[in-house]
């Protein structure tokens, strides 16, 4: 599975959109962008996944370039219970690795 | 609807002693994983079954023994606890060729 660049924590004011960047610069082919997220301690909650298009679901957007070496998960309007930590993984599917993600918090 | 269902959610352990963290899932998912999370870290993937009757290790295996009972339970063993152990441990179940896969709320795990 192709490693995962994400920035530790990241701020968002409520009400706004929130961009969380992932590089992926050695994704192959095959292996699709997920991203979880993780509020408190709970276990980890899927919140979209895309392979080489733009993907867009009730809970957020995903962004992938056209080279595939990077996404941004887009939450459009961020509220307090977005407060989370964010994990990108390129995988296909097998697996699941997580790295240590970017914590989000909305500032109100 | 259960989702996953991880037992027991706290547990204390002396040095030395054995257990068996349970997970068990409803929707007939064929692959399942167990996880362990340290404070202030990410997931790591302990063990894997991708179907009933296999199990792969995963990045931090050593320590840790599996059993895919069925389709349904996948257990996770501690031979002999140590405080290293001492974590987070979590359950997650996916369909075969699914992209979401489904986490229990976790175990919390002591050693003293």
């Known amino acids: 599975d192709a490693k995962t660049t994400q920035p530790p924590s990241m701020d968002c004011a409520e009400g706004r959109a929130a961009n969380l960047p992932c590089n992926h610069s050695?994704?192959?082919?095959?292996?699709?962008v997920y991203w979880y997220r993780q509020i408190h301690s709970q276990g980890p909650q899927y919140i979209i996944h895309?392979?080489?298009n733009n993907e867009t679901n009730e809970m957020a957007s995903l962004i992938i370039t056209e080279d595939r070496k990077s996404s941004t998960l887009i939450l459009p309007h961020a509220t307090l219970r977005d407060t989370a930590v964010y994990y990108c993984?390129?995988?296909?599917?097998?697996?699941?690795?997580f790295g240590t993600g970017t914590s989000l918090t909305v500032i109100p | 609807n259960a989702g996953v269902t991880q037992t027991p959610k706290f547990q204390v352990l002396k040095t030395g002693q054995s257990m068996t963290l349970q997970c068990a899932q409803d929707?007939?998912?064929?692959?399942m994983y167990w996880y362990r999370q340290d404070p202030g870290m990410g997931l790591r993937l302990i063990y894997y079954?991708?179907?009933?009757?296999?199990?792969d290790k995963g990045e931090v295996p050593n320590g840790y023994n599996v059993s895919r009972l069925n389709k349904r339970e996948f257990s996770l063993r501690l031979e002999s606890a140590a405080p290293s152990q001492t974590s987070v441990y979590f359950c997650?179940?996916?369909?075969?060729?699914?992209?979401?896969?489904?986490f229990g709320q976790g175990t919390r795990l002591t050693v003293v």
């Open positions: 993984i390129a995988t296909t599917g097998n697996q699941f690795y």
């Open positions: 050695t994704i192959s082919g095959n292996e699709y």
């Open positions: 895309g392979l080489k």
């Open positions: 929707m007939n998912h064929n692959s």
């Open positions: 079954s991708a179907s009933e009757g296999t199990t």
């Open positions: 997650a179940s996916i369909y075969t060729g699914g992209h979401d896969a489904f």
